[in-house]
């Protein structure tokens, strides 16, 4: 199976810090994304990646940054966090032939105090 | 970009059969829709993939039309254990050579006893 891994289940930061959360997925994908989930809007794409040090912006990038230094690992960064960064982050990779078969992660709850 | 419609709720009796439709309009003549299962505090987890036509699978049946603006997860008499929300997901062409993925807001299905 393949396995997604979020370095932290819960979170808890103050307005102002820096915050990284990992994922590596363990199955030699070449697609990587990062999602927030908030109630009631669903699923919102962060940022995306198709190959190392590569990345692209989804519908959601404004106060976020990623880092893809190898195909395993991508990592999303708050350079200062903010009370409306409190959400549940979701990353998830697939392969390029099944690039819509995403693998998911099992999120990291991340409050902003 | 394609937008994706999907019902917020809907609620059922145990052993009936559920439909959920999802909309996209402008979603691209080669991508798959696919549709994903979501339980509290994990990740959303693949169900179905379908290009055209109806696709079936151990879990579901995705019925698709021919113009391709809609999809229709069904899935056959549900237990308790199916209480979870669905989500779509549509890849569209966002130019530059890449797609990105969308999400709909996702479906709360409740199974009563």
């Known amino acids: 199976d393949v396995k997604v891994t979020q370095s932290s289940r819960y979170l808890v930061k103050r307005t102002g810090e820096k915050v990284f959360l990992e994922c590596v997925q363990d199955?030699?994908?070449?697609?990587m994304f990062w999602y927030r989930q908030d109630p009631g809007l669903g699923l919102r794409l962060i940022y995306f990646?198709?190959?190392?040090?590569?990345?692209e912006k989804g519908d959601i990038p404004e106060g976020y940054s990623v880092s893809r230094e190898k195909k395993e690992r991508f990592s999303l960064i708050l350079e200062s966090a903010s009370t409306n960064q409190t959400s549940m982050y979701l990353c998830?990779?697939?392969?390029?032939?099944?690039?819509?078969?995403?693998?998911f992660g099992s999120g990291t709850q991340l409050s902003v105090l | 970009l394609a937008k994706t419609t999907q019902p917020i709720s809907m609620d059922s009796y145990e052993g009936q059969e559920v439909n959920i439709t999802c909309s996209h309009n402008?979603?691209?003549?080669?991508?798959?829709i696919t549709w994903y299962q979501q339980f509290p505090s994990q990740g959303p987890r693949f169900i179905i993939q379908?290009?055209?036509t109806k696709v079936t699978n151990e879990v579901a049946s995705l019925f698709i039309p021919a113009d391709r603006k809609s999809s229709t997860l069904s899935l056959p008499r549900v237990s308790l254990s199916d209480t979870a929300v669905y989500y779509c997901?549509?890849?569209?062409?966002?130019?530059?050579?890449?797609?990105?993925?969308?999400f709909g807001k996702g479906t709360k299905l409740s199974v009563i006893p």
């Open positions: 997901l549509v890849a569209a062409y966002s130019g530059a050579g890449s797609y990105q993925l969308t």
């Open positions: 990646s198709y190959d190392v040090k590569m990345k």
């Open positions: 998830a990779s697939s392969s390029r032939e099944g690039s819509e078969k995403l693998f």
């Open positions: 402008n979603i691209a003549t080669n991508d798959y």
């Open positions: 199955m030699d994908h070449e697609n």
């Open positions: 379908g290009y055209k």
